[in-house]
Structure formats: C-alpha cells, structure tokens
C-alpha cells in the first residue's frame, strides 16, 4: 500500500492551516518546528482572496474558538487619485456569494468623512486573534491524530522518512537559514504595533477596522480589532536584510514610534477609542516574511542519498499571511 505520510515543517499559520487540509484530505501528518502555539505569542494580519474570505466568515461563527470575528472595514485616502479599483472587489464582492448574504462593498459619502480625507470605501470583513485562532488550528490539527516533533531544522535532508511521499516547506524566514534550500530572497519586514483597549461606546453597529492611505499611495496607519476587546494598532514598515534579522535589538519596541501610532489612529477615528492618557496599551515588534520574487508556492525534487523526495515550498508571504 503506497504511504500517504507528509511532513510539515513548520508550526505557523501557513504550516498548520497546510498540516490540517492535509488530513481533511486522509494524508497522515506529522509538523517538525522549532515553536510551536502554546511556545510563543503571533502577531498576523491577513489579505483574503475569494475562497479564503469566505472560509474565515464561516469561521467567525464560531467567534469564541476561533478568534476570528466580523468586522466593517473602512479605508481612508487623502488624496482620492490613489485610489485604484481593488483586486478583490469583483472577486468577492461582485461574486453570487457575497450577494446571497447581502455583503456590500459601498463609497463612503462625502459628508461623512472628515477634513482629512478625499476619499473612502468601506465594506464587510473579518479579523483575526492570531494567538488564540493559531492554538485553534494546533487542537484541531493534534484532534485530528496529526503528530509533532519539536526540534529545530538546520537541513530539510533532517526531516526525510522512507515512508513520507512529500515534505511542505513553510519555514518562513528559516527558509534563508536551511542549508541544503537556502533561499537568498527570503527578507524580513519589521512591524512596530500597539496593542489598546478599544472604547466600549461606538455609533457601529459591527467593531471597525480601518487603514488609511497617505497621499503617494503611503499606507502607515491602521486599525484591527480583536474579540478579547483590545485593537491593534499600526504601524510600520522596514525592510532588513537578512543579517540584520539576527540582530536582537532590531525586536524591541521604539517608545516615540509607538506615540506616533497612536495619535494617527485616534485622529482617524476618534469615536473608536478612549481618550488618549486612558488607553491601556502595550508594544509589539514582528517580522513579515517576505521573498523578493513574491510567495514561493512550486515543488522540487532533491536527492537525499539513493532518494529522491518530493518538496512542496509553501513560505514568502511577507504582510500577506502573518507577521
């Protein structure tokens, strides 16, 4: 009988959304990493595309085990020439799906914005805990008779089994580190956050999330609520070099920078928070990773030995997927 084993390495939310579709499929799976949910805190924001927003607003029904939750989403320009139709709205939001449940993508009207913007659209979404929803995805995976192995992987060669059909790359930024599938443009992308309560008293009838687009299409201002009442607020973007990553202190949070969040997403939206010098807030740095050439999704066949093994690479997804 031919074996249908995989091996995963990886314990992030591209490793263990790939370890369960797996065995919804009746593949045996077993994820090697070096952390895994129940070792370290996540931070992520997500970009859906057609088959994955709808997927998530299934699983905002089941809010409290999930973490995942249904938002309206708003997004503010100052200068209305940036903006350009958006990729996703007729895959969505144009879709027959999307009308059966009455999900509209709409322009916000003019009286309604402030001074400070052009332009704004809103439309339905959701947003995601990622601690609590990545420990969703490790309880299923583990309910569901997926095995784990908790080691760090300096080679994927470390991770072959005679009875394994295929091993799934998604390490992420380790994909740099392998030494036998060093992946030179792997990078990370630096993240500063802010972590509030958010006010309790709003006018929407849904929590909201917002961006906000700077004029030459700069986008540094964000909000995400989250189900345990707290929303993330952002943020930055700085792009590293690879060494630089192993830098520890690039991880620690700028205290002025964490300021200046704050008061961009307050002047955005000051009905969606408490005032300033009562929000209870904390900082957060994290590392989107990202690949020059875009996601890297393809297989390879190396030799390890007499062997030749099968490797799907799942890594690269920068702001995409998680950081």
């Known amino acids: 009988m031919a074996s249908k084993k995989i091996i995963v390495l990886g314990a992030g939310v591209s490793g263990l959304t790939t370890a369960v579709l797996l065995l919804e499929e009746g593949f045996e799976v077993k994820i090697v990493a070096e952390y895994f949910p129940n070792d370290v805190e996540f931070e992520f924001y ?68 402030s001074e400070n913007f052009g332009f704004a659209f809103t439309h339905p979404s959701v947003t995601i805990n990622p601690n609590q929803y990545l420990k969703y995805l490790f309880e299923k995976f583990k309910s569901m008779g997926g095995t784990c192995e908790q080691k760090r992987i300096f080679k994927l060669e470390e991770l072959f089994e005679k009875n394994a059909v295929a091993i799934v790359n998604c390490s992420g930024l380790g994909s740099a580190f392998l030494t036998d599938a060093k992946d030179p443009d792997v990078y990370p992308i630096r993240g500063q956050i802010v972590i509030a309560k958010s006010s309790p008293h709003t006018k929407e009838s849904l929590p909201v ?48 920078t964490a300021e200046k969040i704050i008061e961009r997403c307050i002047t955005t939206r000051p009905d969606l928070f408490l005032p300033k010098e009562e929000l209870e807030k904390k900082s957060s740095v994290g590392f989107r990773p990202a690949r020059k050439d875009g996601v890297r999704v393809e297989i390879e066949l190396m030799k390890f030995g007499e062997e030749q093994v099968r490797i799907c690479h799942n890594y690269g997804h920068g702001g995409g997927g998680k950081y």
């Open 209 to 256: 999330s917002f961006s906000v687009i700077r004029k030459g299409n700069k986008k540094d201002t964000y909000c995400i609520p989250r189900n345990d009442g707290t929303v993330v607020l952002g943020g930055t973007y700085d792009e590293f070099a690879i060494k630089e990553f192993e830098n520890l202190s690039s991880a620690v949070p700028n205290d002025e």
């Open 46 to 113: 997500a970009k859906y595309d057609k088959q994955t927003f709808f997927y998530f607003r299934k699983l905002s029904e089941q809010q409290q085990e999930t973490g995942i939750m249904k938002v309206d989403y708003f997004q503010y320009y100052e200068d209305k020439n940036d903006y350009n139709p958006l990729w996703y709205k007729k895959g969505i939001f144009d879709s027959d799906e999307a009308k059966g449940l009455e999900l509209k993508f709409r322009h916000v009207e003019k009286e309604d914005l």
